[in-house]
């Protein structure tokens, strides 16, 4: 397949929604005739799956993907249609993601072509019969077939309120008249956006922590079930759960499910197994660096200063990239988010005060002057990291971000205080006067 086929998303810069809201752009409805006033005998020759890829190695692999296979015995048809296509190509996909723009789009795929897809990409794949009437069948076939037209294809695409995942949700609601969404809506789960983005994605390092970075406090609410299932294979398990009634009578809406691919790699994990240990522990080899590097000097701490450049660098390039993509951009998922406290654009003044210090000569007046300056500055960038973390103790700052805090607070606290010994170091005696 030239196109990619998507799950949730690119995960580096995810975001999470301000409170329980609607869709951002919930699906379109389209001029198909409702499955109760259709004769009983029209769908009959239909047979639909809810088709759910396990985890691949792609970033936006990482959460799964989802489909709606239709199987038409009258045409001897069998159509995967799913709603997770998007091109790397397409001229304007850079420039929409960076504002939080992303379009769409659905496609439809020769359902064989599909399945060796996913075997080729060592990817579960699990087939759901769904216990539909005729009607329902139908009216479901109506709606992929409308939807899939150029004109009706494209849709705005949300992270975790409107992905590939809902879109599949959606349309099978709509068949059975809004049982899923009755159902479990007000449901309550003990899972969060956050949870279920840590605990898929923690097997990739960069990501995570980018990804951990750059996700917003409204992520740590909790969801419903009706939300959990922006997840496919929570989708799959939830609907294993529901009963619908046909003509009267109750009965399970997955009628069979069956392994189509099954794949070698581990299975995704069910619990978040990384934690603020190893943050902690990177943190303090930096600042172990940062200090030998300064012990062992004489004079001027050139690589110890270096060091501290470095890190001013990246933590005031991430703050800036925290800060801009709650400002300016659609990313709403990033929007209020304490990480700001830690990764703050303040330390790209201190990157330019320590260079100005390593360009001075050491004991002269500017020398002295420049590094009274990054003292003051280190020590602003280093109360704030604190102050975030003291105010966690607020019902208000509720963001689960204690990994990006051991990260960052004791290297910002640490540099501080190398910088303030220097300065005492480097101040000539007082002199007493009888």
Known sequence: MKKCIA??????????????????NPVRTPPVEPAATIASETGSDLTVYLLTMGPGDQVWEKFGHNAIWIHDGANNTD????????????KDFYPNFIRGKMLYLMGAFDFNETIDFYRQSNRTVWAQELNLTPGQRYSLAQ???WNVRPENRHYRYDYYRDNCSTRVR????NALGGVIRKTFVNIPTSTTFRFHTERLTQGDWPVFTGTMAGLGQPTDRPITAYEEMFLPVKLKDHLQTLRVSANGVSAPLVKSERVLVQATRTPEDVEVRRGITGYLVLSLVVLLLVTGAFALSSGKPTFALALIAVWSLLAGLSGVLLAGLWAFTDHVYSYRNENLFQLNPISLIVLVAVIRLIAARAGEADWASRLSSAQRWSFIVAVLPVVGFVLQVLPMFRQVNGDIIALAMPIHVGIAGVLMVLKRRTQPASRSVA
Do not use: E, N
């Open 143 to 145: 709606f992929v077939t």
């Open 170 to 173: 959606d349309a099978i609601d």
């Open 79 to 90: 159509i995967a249609y799913h709603w997770g296509v998007f091109d790397f190509r397409d």
């Open 7 to 24: 799950a949730i998303g690119c995960v580096v810069v995810l975001s999470a929604s301000l409170g329980a809201q609607p869709s951002t």
